[in-house]
């Protein structure tokens, strides 16, 4: 099964297992979100749980679908406010996220490292679909894009994820291999450079 395929088919069904975390009414007020939920909590410390309902070899493309889900999600929230709103109303993923007295987004990219640094996760298996996931996620934000927020180009959307400190996070090998593939894709030349920003996703 293809990556494109898994994510319309089964993602949604395989989401709906992860150990979610009811937001409390004042937060879901705040965020003007009455549907909001979370998961994982800090450094997601949950992450044995949420994937323990998978078998190991169907962990890769769950955990890459994830990323693209959460990843979105925060760069349309630090990067894009005025069209979260419709983000969130078109979509409504849980957030990756913990609680303490407020709601916080965890840095996206864990989706990646914590699993590989606790052993959930088959590296090599994931590390061979990485140029397919790279692929689908730039077509799959392509589409969405032109489709429902045009004025906002796939290049401005992945500067942005390129700009924000979530990308020092430096752990693990799938997430060096995702870095190195997102930036081949989006900029063949390599070289182009960019300017870190002081926005943080997390």
């Known amino acids: 099964m293809t990556l494109k395929r898994y994510f319309s088919k089964d993602f949604q069904k395989d989401l709906a297992t992860l150990h979610l975390m009811d937001v409390p009414q004042v937060l879901k ?7 909001l939920l979370c998961f994982g909590g800090k450094d997601w410390v949950h992450v044995s749980k949420d994937l323990a309902p998978m078998t190991l070899s169907n962990r890769p493309r769950f955990v890459l ?3 693209a889900v959460v990843l ?3 760069c349309m929230q630090t990067h894009f406010k005025s069209s979260y709103a419709q983000w969130r109303e078109q979509t409504n993923y849980p957030k990756f996220a913990w609680m303490r007295f407020g709601l916080y987004n965890e840095n996206p990219l864990k989706i990646f490292s914590v699993p590989e640094r606790a052993g959930l996760l088959p590296v090599d298996q994931t590390l061979a679909q990485m140029p397919e996931f790279v692929a689908f ?3 799959l934000m392509g ?3 032109k489709k429902n ?3 906002i180009s796939l290049e401005r959307f992945c500067q942005a994820i390129f700009k924000d400190r979530i990308m020092e996070l430096d752990d693990g090998q799938v997430l060096a291999a995702f870095k190195q593939a997102f930036e081949q894709a989006v900029f ?3 070289q182009e450079g960019w300017q870190q ?3 943080a996703m997390a």
């Open 29 to 35: 007020d705040i965020f003007n979100d009455q549907e």
């Open 65 to 67: 679908s994830l990323l």
């Open 72 to 74: 979105t999600d925060q």
């Open 137 to 139: 996620y730039l077509e």
């Open 143 to 145: 589409d969405y894009l």
């Open 149 to 151: 927020m045009p004025h």
């Open 188 to 190: 063949p030349s390599a």
């Open 197 to 199: 920003s002081d926005c």
